[in-house]
């Protein structure tokens, strides 16, 4: 039991947990990303076609992460919790 | 092979000794008082050691439980009385019974005395007498136990008394064959206290026991519901995303106070409710006392939500401070829980994850302690299973116990958002009582990169849609040509 008890000594000891985003930041950081998507994915739509895509991948490159982010923030101020 | 001739047969004999009952007489019980708290699913049990060492330098006491209270028992704690912390203590089993060796604080010189208490928790030792009862009858239980204590020590002066909680005692057996031992009456009784004893110059060898041991049963009334939670799943998932420990607890409850006479009747449950003179063996409500710091709590069961709940809040603490004030969570099952019925419900809370997981920046683990179980007050639980699901792509984990578990294994559990699963733990264990509320630590290393493949992952399935579109705008689905 010395073992049990000088590892509850080091846990209490320990800082706490922060997360790399505030929880109260959340809904408003899902909020900007997924707005961004959005309007990034429409103005993938309005691209001309060219035979080098490089404009294309860029922007949806960029629409995808931010979507990524986006999603995971909103699962997360619904209460999932992922 | 040692010099001496009489080496070989000392070890031979020596190596015979834990067999023997007797310990020899290293000590001597000035008094033993053993005290029996009644209660519905459990018992506690508190006996006062007042030992005498007879020989110099004495570090490790004996106390002896037969097979049958060691079987009942599901929880041990012994001090030094007076003092809070418990000492070490090793079992050893033989063939009569089990003897604990219980290491002092210090040694005893010769005619040292010393208060030692051992407590434990008794499940499942009552029974409801009569087995059935209808639903304005009183809540009537038994118990038994043995009437004298066991020591491997001479005992000169015992005692044993019974305390039931309502003053009410039905009856109690009168103990036969004991006149040898008694100077006054062998059993006395003064309101809800049985006294047996006290009996003086006992020494519990084989035959003794064989020919002076009795048990002695208690019979009573007990005034609160006799509940068994038949199993208990506690799964607590950690989201550093999130920032959030939930913690939900599935659980079957079982009435096990005497099983209804007759139907229910709703008039009479609410006439006895209007009267404030319910039946004892209802159980209409429990309260639950809950971290603080609880969000978002739920309570369901399989038809739906369970709206009669009423939640208390208390704000949330440091991680690692004592909790001066509980979050209280008062349930009321869908309908009352009467004698033999069962209920099976599931409730859940979320709490800030700083206050549970603490961070080691230096070597970059992660530390989380999740409590076994949140007690309803008086319960045993009959099987417990308590699973800690942890971040995706966790390494290095490694957990201990409170106190020693059934069995512990690793698991994958997959969840919203995963590509490959989550690891998970767990531990079982039976007969917990509210002796058994410690904390479960768990450590493990998570790295960014797998903070960021969560949501990587969803921005892969984003690019599959933008490819597919990219693709799509370059087919000409024109039917004709212009």
């Known amino acids: 039991m010395d073992n049990y008890e000088a590892i509850q000594a080091l846990h209490n000891s320990l800082p706490p947990f ?65 | 092979m040692a010099r001496r001739w009489w080496t070989l047969p000392l070890f031979l004999v020596s190596a015979l000794a834990p067999s023997f009952s007797l310990a020899g007489p290293a000590f001597e019980n000035t008094a033993i008082v053993r005290t029996i708290e009644l209660g519905g699913s459990l018992v506690h049990v508190s006996t006062t050691y007042a030992v005498k060492a007879l020989e110099p330098g004495q570090t490790t006491y004996q106390i002896a439980l037969s097979k049958v209270e060691r079987a009942k028992t599901s929880w041990l704690e012994a001090k030094v009385k007076g003092q809070t912390t418990p000492l070490k203590l090793s079992e050893d089993e033989s063939s009569a019974e089990y003897l604990l060796s219980i290491s002092l604080p210090k040694a005893l010189a010769v005619n040292g005395t010393l208060n030692l208490v051992l407590e434990t928790m008794q499940t499942h030792v009552t029974h409801p007498f009569p087995e059935q009862a209808a639903q304005n009858e009183p809540q009537l239980l038994k118990y038994e136990t043995d009437l004298f204590t066991i020591s491997p020590y001479t005992t000169l002066v015992q005692r044993t008394k019974i305390k039931s909680i309502a003053p009410n005692v039905i009856s109690y057996t009168t103990p036969h064959d004991v006149d040898s031992f008694v100077r006054d009456g062998s059993v006395t009784r003064s309101g809800g206290t049985i006294t047996y004893g006290p009996y003086h110059d006992i020494q519990t060898d084989t035959d003794f026991v064989a020919k002076h041991q009795q048990s002695v049963s208690v019979h009573y009334s007990f005034d609160y519901p006799v509940i068994e939670v038949e199993t208990l ?77 009423h939640l208390r809040t208390a704000p949330s603490i440091a991680k690692g401070s004592k909790a001066v004030q509980y979050s209280v969570l008062q349930l009321r099952p869908r309908y009352p829980v009467l004698g033999g019925w069962n209920y099976s419900y599931t409730i859940g809370f979320d709490t800030p994850l700083q206050d549970s997981v603490s ?50 294994s690793m698991s994958t559990h997959i969840s919203y958002l995963d590509t490959v699963g989550r690891p998970a733990v767990t531990f079982t ?6 002796k058994h509320t410690g904390i479960i630590y768990v450590s493990y290393q998570v790295p960014l990169s797998a903070h960021l493949k969560k949501a990587l992952s969803v921005s892969a399935a984003f690019f599959s849609l933008f ?11 024109n039917l004709h040509k212009k």
């Not at chain 1, 860029?58 to 979507?67: D, E, I, N, R, T």
């Not at chain 2, 264990?429 to 509210?434: A, E, R, V």
């Not at chain 2, 490819?467 to 689905?477: E, I, Y």
């Open chain 1, 18 to 82: 922060s997360p790399y985003v505030p929880a109260s930041l959340l809904p408003s950081i899902a909020l900007i990303l997924l707005a961004s998507t959005f309007t990034l994915a429409f103005y993938f739509s309005t691209l001309p076609k060219d035979t080098f895509p490089l404009r294309e991948t860029a922007v949806a490159s960029l629409a995808s992460v931010l979507g990524g982010f986006g999603v995971v923030a909103l699962f997360c101020s619904a209460g999932v919790n992922v």
């Open chain 2, 467 to 477: 490819a597919f579109t990219f693709m799509a705008r370059r087919v000409n689905l």
């Open chain 2, 359 to 408: 961070y080691d920046a230096k070597n970059g683990v992660y530390m989380v302690g999740v409590p076994v179980l949140t007690p309803i007050p008086g319960t045993v639980v009959n099987d417990a299973e308590v699973k800690i699901i942890l971040p995706e792509g966790a390494t290095n984990v490694e957990f201990v116990s409170p106190f020693p578990e059934i069995s512990n």
């Open chain 2, 429 to 434: 264990y039976k007969d917990l009582t509210y």
């Open chain 2, 233 to 309: 799943r506690r799964t607590a998932e950690i989201s550093h995303w999130g920032s959030n420990l939930n913690i939900e607890d599935k659980a079957h409850l079982h009435n096990a106070g005497p099983t209804l006479k007759g139907h229910f009747s709703r008039l009479e449950y609410q006439s006895q409710n209007f009267q404030r003179k319910q039946a004892p063996h209802i159980l209409s409500d429990f309260t639950l006392h809950l971290p603080p710091g609880v969000t978002n709590a739920y309570f369901y069961d399989q038809n739906g939500n369970v709206s009669t709940s």
